[in-house]
């Protein structure tokens, strides 16, 4: 399976600003996929990551809130931006490796003061 | 839309007895899988499954999977304190890769 390194591992921002992501994974992958979980919540797919093309966003999140870039079929970033107290949760990216399932990042833990 | 409904939702049991944890699906599927996070942590994979009547064991977990109820298991047996964690399925929408996860159990097996 595929070995993701995220970071950071958790941060504590003040509202209005932005913060961003970082998922490296091992391999090459097509898709990768970034997932919120509040606070003592299930997962909730964000988006899809495509590379060479735009995300595909679930419904519920926008582009201008939460932008992912996927330069490389290694690499992806997602943004929080203009955060809010809404927005502590943990982020999460994973990528799908077939009948093996997600492998997931470790998780960056975002709390919004 | 899909729904993944999971219960019981919270779970408090002794060490030494047996347990069964349900993942009710609402569409069908291809894949079914179940998590393991403890807290503060991201997710373990434990089990794949990937046909109707599929069983799957690791130790005091063993999942199973009926399509045609679209009802997945996770039977613990002889439970023991370090079971204790939050445990998930996630069922993936056929023609996609999406998982759409199951609402969690928190198990807290007592000593």
């Known amino acids: 399976s595929a070995v993701i390194s995220q970071k950071p591992s958790r941060d504590i921002c003040q509202r209005g600003t932005s913060l961003t992501i970082q998922c490296q994974v091992d391999?090459?992958?097509?898709?990768m996929f970034w997932y919120r979980q509040q606070p003592g919540q299930s997962l909730t797919l964000i988006a899809t990551a495509n590379q060479g093309s735009e995300a595909t966003y679930e419904s519920g999140f926008v582009i201008d809130k939460f932008p992912i870039s996927r330069p490389n079929l290694t690499f992806s970033t997602l943004t929080v931006s203009n955060m809010s107290p809404e927005d502590s949760s943990i982020y999460l990216c994973?990528?799908?490796?077939?009948?093996?399932?997600?492998?997931f990042g470790s998780g960056t833990r975002l709390t919004v003061v | 839309e899909l729904k993944v409904e999971q219960n019981p939702l919270f779970l408090s049991m002794q060490e030494g007895k047996n347990y069964t944890i349900y993942c009710n699906y609402s569409t069908t599927s291809d894949r079914l899988y179940w998590y393991r996070q403890d807290p503060g942590k991201s997710l373990e994979s434990l089990f794949v499954?990937?046909?109707?009547?599929a069983v799957k064991q690791e130790g005091r977990l063993m999942a199973s999977l009926d399509t045609k109820a679209r009802l997945s298991t996770l039977h613990i047996t002889a439970a023991v304190h370090d079971l204790s964690a939050t445990y998930f399925c996630a069922v993936v929408i056929s023609g996609t890769y999406k998982y759409i996860f199951g609402t969690g159990t928190r198990l807290k097996v007592l000593a």
């Open positions: 994973s990528v799908d490796k077939g009948t093996y399932g997600y492998t």
């Open positions: 391999s090459q992958v097509t898709m």
């Open positions: 499954l990937l046909s109707n009547g």
